[in-house]
């Protein structure tokens, strides 16, 4: 965990010198394009390399499932959202090195290696906020899911169904997930670098703290209400009624974790990773014959 930039007249920090010199060593915007590249021209090759590696894998697994599925299909659908925040992740990244450079306030300073590592970082979970965060807001998760949608149990224990295909339990269970795991990793770090490390921080610097964290909450929830496109017309108002306001009040706490660690990354990444892996893996041991890693592309995670 590494705190901001918190007043302009604060020494440069390590963090800020070598995100200057990174940002002066490339600027093509272009390679933006296919995540990584932007990274190892700017001399982080590892994170280059690895970003670049698996988005090449993500697109060529997206492509098959819809090539071998269908394109609506959770086979196609899993490996495409993946991309598009693998995409995000690197775009993002890019920005906030830039914004380091500058040395604007509250910009966050963890690389995306330490970043990816916040989940199961023991310094970051042993936090009062981000561990008490971890089971309120699972436990909300639950009771909303339970009050809207119900939380179905009758097919546990039975056989899961991943892309299309009954598999044996002990593959099947494990499987499910690494994938839950890959994925939400993908999720949390790209939606937390967008929506608290730039947005929350540039409004911050804009408006003020308070009300920097205030619009972003909003900006949170009204972008996850385009979640209706994904939901059955039955299920829309009710969606719009409960399902926004809640995720509202959950990247509300998640921007009270990211300003109260001094605009560090590491508890929301944390947080957003574990509400959704766990809320996840408790839908899919209910019913693991409908999860959305089942057939039918529905709601995105």
Not at 126 to 139: D, F, H, Q, T, Y
Request: with cysteine; hydrophobic share 45%.
């Amino acid at each position: 965990m590494h705190q901001a930039r918190l007043t302009p007249d604060a020494p440069s920090s390590e963090r800020e010198i070598e995100s200057a010199e990174r940002a002066a060593s490339c600027h093509a915007r272009a390679i933006l394009l296919l995540p990584g590249l932007l990274q190892t021209c700017r001399g982080r090759t590892g994170e280059g390399a690895v970003l670049t590696a698996l988005s090449v894998a993500e697109l060529g697994a997206g492509v098959t499932g819809a090539a071998v599925h269908g394109i609506g299909t959770s086979a196609a659908g899993v490996p495409f959202l993946a991309l598009g925040d693998l995409w995000t992740m690197s775009v993002m990244d890019a920005a906030l090195e830039n914004q380091r450079a500058q040395r604007l306030l509250y910009v966050p300073r963890e690389s995306l290696t330490e970043l990816a590592q916040a989940p199961f970082s023991g310094e970051v979970l042993s936090r009062p906020a981000v561990w008490a965060g971890i089971v309120g807001s699972l436990a909300a998760g639950l009771a909303v899911t339970a009050l809207t949608d119900g939380i179905e149990t009758g097919n546990s224990g039975k056989r899961p169904v991943i892309f299309g295909r009954e598999v044996n339990s002990a593959v099947g269970y494990p499987l499910a997930g690494a994938i839950g795991v890959g994925l939400f990793e993908h999720v949390a770090l790209a939606e937390e670098m967008a929506f608290r490390g730039v947005l929350q921080s540039s409004l911050a610097r804009s408006y003020g703290e308070t009300p920097g964290w205030l619009y972003a909450s909003l900006g949170f929830g009204l972008v996850h209400a385009s979640n209706i496109a994904f939901l059955d017309r039955n299920q829309r108002l009710t969606y719009v009624a409960v399902g926004v306001p809640f995720i509202t009040l959950l990247g509300s706490y998640l921007g009270l974790a990211y300003r109260g660690s001094g605009y560090s990354l590491a508890p929301s990444v944390a947080i957003h990773f574990w509400y959704d892996l766990l809320l996840e893996a408790v839908s899919f041991v209910g019913d693991p014959k409908n999860s959305p890693l089942a057939v039918a592309w529905g709601t995105p995670f």
